[in-house]
Each structure stands twice: as structure tokens, then as C-alpha cells.
């Protein structure tokens, strides 16, 4: 409705002074009558009068069409707000008022709507004319539309494209002439606004019909019976238009048997019999053929009535011109907004592989180097987000709090796991499935510490203000800003540790560790140092994920539990022992993910199913995943 | 020289066997049921479903400890097997009610009539009233006996050929069986798969045509059932790792691609157990859930197949009694300590209850063994045991290195 407009008006008017508007009081003087008893086709010409005799002239208006105009039995109007009441004319207060309200017909509220816009929509003031423009936008009617064509050139270009904008989805809707509203959908077509698509749904909107011969419709398209058309549709729309006789529920026929049990027998059928579709069927019959129950549509009368007669869809938008435009800019905006869903999708992709990349980085480097899975890694990404927990009790500032978080969970997981490697893994060498199963020790009693700690409820981990929000495109395309600033973080890392491997000593002798431990270790390396380095860095890494995905996330004991499958696919899809391998795994991962979740996203369950299956499958043609590590360790 | 056979070969058989008909005599005979009622129907329960925990480590036991496979999914086939016995469980017992709340009915119902009833009844909690057809054996307790160990060894033959002729080993293969088994559970936890989604199968306690049988009657017949199957079992799987097949599975856990030089098929002999312990498993599982009365997907999940090799570490992997010991061990520690009847230990300032920390401790207490005492429990027998005068035919096997 035009409610807020009218409350608009009614704001700016009553900001004004109070001030005695003899023109207006003039007209009310002479049309009395007619403001009282108003008539559609009338009020126009008065309306106008109102309007053009200044802000009390449309602020009577607006309370006219909101009826909030009462008149006095001495002949003044008021416009009434609640409990108080004000002279329309004067605007002074008149206490203890009982004015009798007037109550115009939707036709005469209308007009004065159409006329109260038109005076909006030539206003002097931009933001006047901008508010007029956003409510026409939110409820436009076909009133509206006259007055944004008789309004005068916008000067604004921003006000000038919305107002054309509004014209032609209105246009599209209420235009009396077919050849204009094809115009105005052909010069939008190929928008993929929602309002533009809001504009061609119900013109496109279609009604099933039977008819034995073609009906004098705009036809969309005949139905053939099969596929999305079945054949109890059918059979329910002659039901429906009366064509065929509503055929018999099983449960109609039980019940109508039941009713007709005469001495243990229905028409002669003993009830113990009756267990029986077939004995039942000819029960029924012979208590139709004897009248005692109603005939029902058998299913030689459904055939007949079938076959009898057409199946169409009509569209309730008798012109074939506008349908058509409308169908061409659909399919156009259709196309559109699919190429814009994969956009979306690839962000979503994106951001998904992100997380990917940061909670399985440190299990691939441990995994390339040591031939080791660490089970707790899982359990250090938790450890991780808790930190960021218990960061930000302490400092309130949210983005210091961030700012101290991440470099404070990679020195907590990093020492955890220089400690787990101390004192586990590597009295473990050589052993890679006892490891696994050591690490999984130390994951169950770090996941089962954490809830005797922090409790098993979920903790928050608040992200900065600015980091709250999303980056919004269009109607379609738009991303959380904490994805990208995840996104950002995984870019970070990626070049981080590509410094590392490429640049630096440690690299270097990470890198030759991992190609032959035996022969860098006769090279003066020391590879249980490296060891130690490596496994420190990768859950140092996991740390970070923890904290980023602590920002998105719930933050519980079992948070890492929900990234470590993923993160062990994405290292088993990408292969080890090289950063790119993990990040082609995450990326297909993250991108499988999103694109199987996208075709069914009704169920999330399902994706992961198809996605491990995926995965199982891929194993068979990359047993070493994408990027395959090669050299002797390879073969171990 | 005519070797003996292989049950006087392994001495270890006939003990299991006695110790479990000892034990099995014993419970019985303090059970409310059968005897003094010592031992509460509960804990009857308890214990049967204990013996079945253990026919599952003996699987997981030859899979691992003797085929070198740490399969993280056999929770996945004991699962399985729960399933397929607990549709019928379900199905029959769920006809009966409806059969006979339909019998009120001035009309007989029609075959169809009383499917739909049992369809809406089972079903009509996951919002759907159409059999499915995963469940077109259920009416059928024989067929459904055949789906116990068909469905979960057809499973392990199509996920262990997939993944043995890629030469998928070690870490890689373990991750993949966990895979196998989270990818199952996630499936289960639709709603549509035609299984109850998170509701899972439930009521399993109650067995259709035994209505007059009473509870505490029941756990004892059960508790007979899984002692029969596991010694069963263990006298297969001794079976099995005894002679010239056992060595050459030991041999793969050694040294797969020696083995394969030596000509032997490998992928053969792996798909071959890996199968057979799925069977066992899924035996075991259709045992235990008609004890423990319900079964939903969250028995699939990894964890509880880690558990498992948890239990055959800590007993002791490549002894199959091992793997009892593990099992029963472990199972009953963890349900004694997570029961909340263990004495809380009350440290000055802080008080340890169990429930809570229990897991800590196993965890824990879980590195340890794995680096002190790989052998695990099983390892202690052999310091007490006097070695061996007589050397074995085959050549010892190595302790595992993988």
C-alpha cells in the first residue's frame, strides 16, 4: 500500500508552521459536499485543486487517503493522529475533537494516491523525489504510472534512471497498450533485477486446463501425458472441471464396503474374503449395479475421458505479444543469472577451497616429510580457534584481539607440535600406522580436555566489525567479507611458504628430506631436526585455520573433527610432499563440493557421500593424487 | 612328517574355547533367567554385547595384525550387518502390530492395505509412508540372514577390489577405509535413504514370534549365540592364519611387493581376508544390535572403528586372543569409567571424576601402550610364557613394520 508515502507526507508537512492557507480553505468551503461523499469519477478535478494549493493541501490528502480525515459537524476538516487532531487548514491543535472520519473508496483513494505521488515526484527536493521514486518501486500502481509519465524531466541522473526504471516495470504491468508493454520489456530484457523478474512472473504465469478442443486462451503449450505432466494430473484435472467422475481411494471403497456389511457378506461376498483386491472390486460392482453405493470412474472411463480430450497450459495474460516479449526476456535474464550463479559458485568454491587449503597445509607437509598422518591435527586447528576464544576474553578490541590471535595460535600449535613430536612421533619412525593410531590417542584426549575446559557448548569467536558483512555484487553475486579475508589468508600462506621451501635453508633442507632422508642426512642435514621444524610449522598452520574458521564457525570440541575427513581427501587427492598438489586438492575438493551441494541443495548429507565416492573413484586413475611426488621416497 | 592339526598346533584355541564356555556357563548360571540372578539381565546385555565387540576386534585383528591393513571402516560392515537383521527385526514386528490393530477393521485387510500400514509406521517418522526398496527382503528373515553377511562382504569385495588393484596402501588406505565408512554414515543420515535417517532402527530388543519370551530369557539366549559365534570364529580365523595361507598373508604384511615377486596374487589373498573379516564383523553386528535394542548412523561414524583398532592395539595385534582381550578389556573399562559408577578421586583443589575424564586417560594411556608396550597386553603372555623349545615350521614373521 501507499502507507509510507502518506507517512512521509504527513511528516514533512506537519514539520512546517502553522499558517492560516486561504486557497485551501476556500476549496474546502466550496466542495464540502464532495469531500464528504466522494465519487470516483468525480474527484479528480478537486483533487488537483487540493493538491495545488500548497504542503496543507497534500498533507489533507494524504490523511484524506489514509483516512485520517475526520469532519466537524461545523463544517471544518481535521486531520486526526491517534488521539490529537489538528484544523486541516490552520494546522492548530483543536482539543477534545469528535469529528465524524471520512472513509473513501479504494477508486477515489487511489486517485488522490496517483495525485500525491505526481506532486512527490516533481518536488524540488532530490530526497523527496528519491523517497516518492522507492515507494513507487516497493508499490507501484497503474495511478502511478500516469503520474511518472506527466511528471516533468528528472534533472538528477541517478533519480533520472531509477524513475525510468520504475516507469517501465510499471509500464510492463499496468500499461493499457500491448505494443508499449512489449516495448518496455524488450528495452529491460536481459536485467536480471529481481524486480524486473518479480515484473515477468505473472505474466508468465501459467493455468493447466482440460478441453476437448483448443480453448480461446493465450496457449502456451499443449501438454503431452508423461514426464512433468502425469497421468494423475490429467486425471485430477477432469476431476476437477467435472469431465470424469472422481475415481474410488481404495480407503473410499473399504469405507463404502464396510457400510454395506449385510450378515457377514458384502452383495454376497463373505467379509472373510474380502482380503482381496479383486473380491472387493467385484463387491463394489455388484453394490453399484444395485445401486447402493455411488458409481465411481473405472479406470476404462478415466482411458475414455484421457483420450477424449486436450491438455493445455494458458497463460493468464491474454496477449500473445507480451507473453512472448516476456518469455524472450526471461529466457534471456535465465541465461544471465545462470552464468552469474557459476560466478557465485566459484566465489563460494573459492572460499571453501581456502579453508581447505589452510587445515590440510600442514598435514601435507607433515605427511610428505615424515610418511606420518597426524590424526590430532584436527584437534590442533580446534586448538587454534580456541585461542582466538580466549584472546578475545581478554582484549576487547575485537581487531587487536584478531591481530594478537593469529601469531599467538601459531605459537600455542606450533609448540604442540614440537612437543607431540618430541614425545611421540618420533619414537614412532618408520611406523606410520602406529603413529596414526598414537595421534589419534593424543586427538581423543586433547578433543576430550578441551570439553572438560571450555565446556561442550559452543564458544563465539566474534569477527572484527569490518569484517562482518559481505561483498554484494547484485541480486545474486555476493560474498561474506570473511571469506575473502580467508581467502586473503590462504594467498598469504601460500606465498609464505613458498618463501620458505624456495628461499630459505629450511626449505631447502625440508625439500631434500623429503626426497631422500638417507642421502641428505649423510649431507650434514639434520633430518630429526627438520623433522621437528616441519611438523612445528605444519600445526602452527593448522593453528591459523583454527582461528580463521573459529570466525565462521561454532567453536567447539569437536570443531576439528568436522575439517579433518576434508583435510585428509584434499591430501589424498592432491598427493604430498608439494604445496601445489595440496592446492589443486583443496580447489577440487572445495569446488566438488560446492558444485555437487549446488545441484542438490536441499541435501548437504548426500554431497559429502558423492564427494567421498568421488574420491574413491579418483584414487583408482591418481593413486598418488594430482601431483604425484616422485623420487625415491615415492616408492616407500 | 604329518603335521597336527592346526587347533593342536595353536594351544591358544582351546583355551579361548574353554574360557569361553566357562565364562559363558558362569553367566548363565547367575543369571536372572537361569540361575541365581546374581548378575542382572542389564549387565547380561552388557556382556553379550561384549562377546560380539570381540568377534569384531578378531576381524579387525586379522585384517590388521595379520594382513597389515589398519582398516579405520569395520565399524562400517558391524553396522551393516545391525541393519539388515534389524529391518527384518523391525519390519515383522511392526506387521504384527499392525495386523493386529487392523483386525478391528469390519473388512480384512488386503496384503497391500497391511504393507502400507507397516510402511506408514515405520516411516512415518522420517515424513514418508512408501516401503522402499532396500527394504523388499524385509518381510523375509531368511533372505535377511543372507543380506547380514551378503550386503557388508559384497561392500568389502567391490571397496577392497577398487582399492588393491590401485596398489592403495598404508596411511592412504586407511584414510580411504575411513572415507568409506563416514561417506556410509552420511548416507544413512538422510532421511531418504530409506533407513530412518537419524531415527535409525529402533525397538530390535523385542524378536518377532518370541513374544512370550521375556527379556532376561532373551539376553541369556543371546548371550549363548554370540559366545557360539565368536569361538566359531576364532577357530575360523585360527583357520585361517594357520598353515600356507596364513603365512602368505603374514608375508604381505611383511613385504607385499616380495610377495608379489614371489608370484604370489596379492590383491587375491588381501580381497580374501579383507572380505571374510567383513563377514565376521557384520556377524557380530547382527548380534549385538537385537541386544542393544537400536542402531542409528552414528554407529558409523570413524570413531568407533578407531576404537576398535584401539582395543586390538592395546590386546595386542597378530594374537588373535589378543584382540579379545583388547576388546573385552577396554569396552568394559570404558562403560564401567563413562558409567559414572567409577569413585571419583578427589585431588586436593580439583576432583576427578571419570566421566569426564576417562577419555583423557585413555587416550593417553593409548600413546603409551602404543610406545611402550607395542605388543600390547597379549605382549605380557609371552614374557611369562617360557620360549619356545621347539622352533616353528614357518620362519617367525617379523613384528610388523607396517
Known amino acids: 500500500m501507499i502507507r509510507p508515502l502518506i507517512a512521509l507526507v504527513l511528516t514533512l508537512c506537519l514539520a512546517l508552521p502553522a499558517s492560516a492557507n486561504p486557497a485551501l480553505e476556500a476549496v474546502i468551503a466550496d466542495n464540502l459536499d464532495q469531500i464528504q461523499k466522494p465519487s470516483r469519477k468525480t474527484v479528480e478535478p478537486l483533487v488537483a485543486e487540493i493538491a495545488a494549493t500548497g504542503p496543507e493541501g497534500l498533507a489533507l490528502l494524504s490523511a484524506w487517503a489514509g483516512r485520517a480525515l475526520g469532519v466537524t459537524d461545523d463544517g471544518r476538516l481535521l486531520i486526526v493522529d491517534g488521539d490529537s487532531a489538528r484544523d486541516a487548514v490552520t494546522g492548530a491543535a483543536v482539543p477534545d475533537a469528535d469529528p465524524k472520519m471520512l472513509r473513501p473508496n479504494s477508486g477515489v483513494r487511489s486517485v488522490i494516491e496517483s495525485a500525491l505521488v505526481a506532486g512527490e515526484i516533481s518536488s524540488p527536493d532530490p530526497a523527496r523525489r528519491a523517497a516518492a521514486l522507492a515507494s513507487i518501486a516497493r508499490d507501484g500502481t497503474a495511478g502511478h504510472l500516469a503520474a511518472l509519465r506527466a511528471a516533468p524531466p528528472e534533472a538528477d541522473p541517478a533519480l533520472a534512471a531509477q524513475r525510468e526504471r520504475a516507469t517501465n516495470l510499471l509500464a510492463i504491468r499496468f500499461d493499457p497498450d500491448p505494443a508499449a508493454r512489449v516495448a518496455a520489456i524488450e528495452g529491460m530484457a536481459g536485467d536480471v533485477g529481481l524486480d524486473f523478474r518479480a515484473a515477468l512472473n505473472p505474466l508468465l504465469a501459467v493455468t493447466r486446463v482440460a478441453s476437448p478442443t483448443e480453448p480461446k486462451a493465450n496457449i502456451a503449450r499443449e501438454l503431452t501425458i508423461g514426464g512433468d505432466f502425469p497421468r494423475e494430473a490429467a486425471i485430477a484435472l477432469l476431476t476437477a472441471n467435472g469431465t470424469l467422475q472422481p475415481r474410488l481411494t481404495p480407503a473410499d471403497q473399504r469405507n463404502a464396503l464396510a457400510a454395506n456389511i449385510v450378515d457377514g457378506a458384502v452383495a454376497g461376498i463373505p467379509v472373510a474374503e474380502l482380503d482381496d483386491p479383486a473380491a472387493r472390486d467385484r463387491a463394489y460392482e455388484a453394490l453399484e449395479a444395485a445401486g447402493a453405493v455411488p458409481p465411481a470412474a473405472t479406470d476404462a472411463e478415466a482411458e475414455a475421458a484421457l483420450a477424449a480430450n486436450r491438455f493445455f497450459e494458458t497463460y493468464a495474460e491474454a496477449d500473445r505479444a507480451v507473453t512472448d516479449a516476456a518469455r524472450a526476456a526471461q529466457t534471456r535474464a535465465q541465461v544471465r543469472l545462470a552464468a552469474m550463479t557459476g560466478i557465485d559458485l566459484g566465489l563460494d568454491a573459492l572460499s571453501l577451497a581456502s579453508i581447505y587449503f589452510l587445515a590440510a597445509i600442514g598435514l601435507a607437509i607433515t605427511f610428505g616429510v615424515m610418511r606420518v598422518i597426524n590424526m590430532a591435527h584436527g584437534e590442533f586447528i580446534m586448538m587454534g580457534a580456541y585461542t582466538g576464544y580466549v584472546t578475545q576474553t581478554l582484549i576487547a578490541n575485537r581487531t587487536l584481539s584478531l591481530v594478537v590471535a593469529l601469531p599467538l595460535a601459531f605459537a600455542v600449535t606450533f609448540a604442540a607440535g614440537v612437543l607431540l613430536y618430541r614425545l611421540v612421533i618420533r619414537h614412532l619412525a618408520n611406523r606410520p600406522l602406529e603413529t596414526l593410531l598414537a595421534t589419534f590417542g593424543v586427538s581423543i584426549a586433547l578433543q576430550q580436555l578441551a570439553k572438560n575446559i571450555f565446556g561442550t557448548q559452543a564458544r563465539p569467536l566474534t569477527a572484527p566489525a569490518w569484517l562482518e558483512g559481505s561483498i554484494t555484487v547484485n541480486d545474486v553475486i555476493s560474498i561474506s567479507s570473511i571469506r575473502v579475508a580467508i581467502f586473503v589468508l590462504a594467498l598469504l600462506f601460500l606465498g609464505l611458504f613458498l618463501f620458505i621451501m624456495k628461499r630459505t635453508r629450511l626449505g631447502l633442507e625440508v625439500r631434500a628430506v623429503t626426497q631422500n632422508p638417507g642421502m641428505s642426512a649423510s649431507m650434514g642435514i639434520n633430518p630429526d631436526r627438520i623433522a621437528m621444524m616441519t611438523f612445528g610449522l605444519g600445526s602452527g598452520i593448522a593453528g591459523i585455520a583454527g582461528v580463521a574458521i573459529g570466525l565462521f564457525a561454532q567453536v567447539t570440541s569437536e570443531l576439528g573433527q568436522q575439517y579433518i575427513v576434508q583435510s585428509f581427501m584434499t591430501v589424498v587427492v592432491g598427493g604430498v610432499g608439494n604445496i601445489w598438489g595440496t592446492l589443486a586438492g583443496a580447489a577440487l575438493i572445495g569446488g566438488l563440493s560446492k558444485v555437487i551441494e549446488f545441484f542438490n541443495p536441499s541435501n548437504t548429507l548426500a554431497a559429502q557421500t558423492f564427494m567421498i565416492l568421488f574420491i574413491v573413484i579418483f584414487i583408482q586413475f591418481r593413486p598418488r593424487g594430482i601431483i604425484p611426488q616422485r623420487g625415491r621416497a615415492a616408492e616407500a | ?402
Not at chain 2, 605380557?380 to 621347539?390: A, I, W
Open chain 2, 1 to 402: 612328517m604329518t603335521r597336527k592339526p592346526f587347533i593342536l598346533r595353536n594351544p591358544s584355541i582351546l583355551i579361548v574355547l574353554a574360557v569361553l564356555a566357562l565364562f559363558t556357563v558362569a553367566v548363565t548360571a547367575l543369571s536372572a533367567a537361569y540361575g541365581t540372578g546374581a548378575i542382572p539381565t542389564s549387565m547380561v546385555k552388557v556382556l553379550g554385547k561384549t562377546l560380539c565387540l570381540a568377534l569384531a576386534a578378531v576381524a579387525m585383528d586379522l585384517v590388521w595384525g595379520y594382513l597389515g591393513i589398519l582398516s579405520l571402516g569395520q565399524m562400517a560392515f558391524f553396522a551393516l550387518g545391525g541393519y539388515m537383521i534389524g529391518q527384518w527385526l523391525m519390519y515383522a514386528r511392526t506387521e504384527a502390530i499392525v495386523a493386529a490393530s487392523m483386525a478391528g477393521n469390519p473388512i480384512p485387510p488386503t496384503p497391500q492395505e497391511l504393507q502400507e500400514g507397516v510402511a506408514n509406521q515405520i516411516f512415518g517418522v522420517v515424513g514418508s509412508a512408501d516401503l522402499p526398496l532396500v527394504w523388499s527382503f524385509a518381510h523375509s528373515l531368511p533372505l535377511q540372514l543372507i543380506l547380514v553377511v551378503a550386503v557388508p562382504g559384497l561392500l568389502a569385495l567391490v571397496f577392497g577390489w577398487l582399492a588393491f588393484r590401485s596398489r592403495v596402501n598404508g596411511v592412504y588406505l586407511s584414510i580411504l577405509t575411513q572415507a568409506m565408512t563416514l561417506a556410509l554414515a552420511l548416507w544413512l543420515f538422510q532421511n531418504d535413504s530409506g533407513f530412518r535417517g537419524n531415527n535409525g532402527l529402533s525397538g530390535l530388543q523385542n524378536i518377532p514370534g518370541l513374544d512370550g519370551i521375556d527379556q532376561a530369557t532373551l539376553s541369556v539366549w543371546f548371550l549363548w549365540a554370540s559366545a557360539a559365534a565368536l569361538g566359531l570364529a576364532y577357530v575360523l580365523a585360527a583357520w585361517v592364519v594357520s598353515g600356507k595361507f596364513g603365512s602368505v598373508i603374514r608375508a604381505i604384511r611383511d613385504d607385499e611387493t616380495r610377495v608379489r615377486f614371489l608370484g604370489y596374487p596379492v590383491e587375491g589373498f588381501k580381497l580374501a581376508v579383507f572380505t571374510l573379516a567383513a563377514m565376521l564383523t557384520a556377524v557380530a553386528g547382527a548380534l549385538y544390535y537385537p541386544q542393544a535394542g537400536i542402531i542409528n548412523p552414528a554407529e558409523l561414524m570413524p570413531i568407533a572403528s578407531i576404537y576398535l583398532a584401539v582395543w586390538v592395539a592395546i590386546g595386542g595385534r597378530g594374537r588373535l586372543y589378543g584382540a579379545i582381550i583388547g576388546a573385552v578389556v577396554v569396552s568394559l573399562l570404558s562403560s564401567w569409567f563413562t558409567g559414572g559408577r567409577a569413585p571419583a578421586i578427589h585431588l586436593p583443589g580439583y576432583t576427578v571424576n571419570w566421566v569426564d575424564w576417562w577419555q583423557v586417560a585413555l587416550g593417553l594411556g593409548f600413546v603409551l601402550v602404543t610406545l611402550f608396550a607395542p605388543k600390547g597386553i597379549a605382549g605380557l603372555f609371552d614374557r611369562l610364557s617360557p620360549p619356545r623349545r621347539v622352533p616353528a615350521p614357518e620362519p617367525q614373521a617379523k613384528e610388523a613394520q607396517a
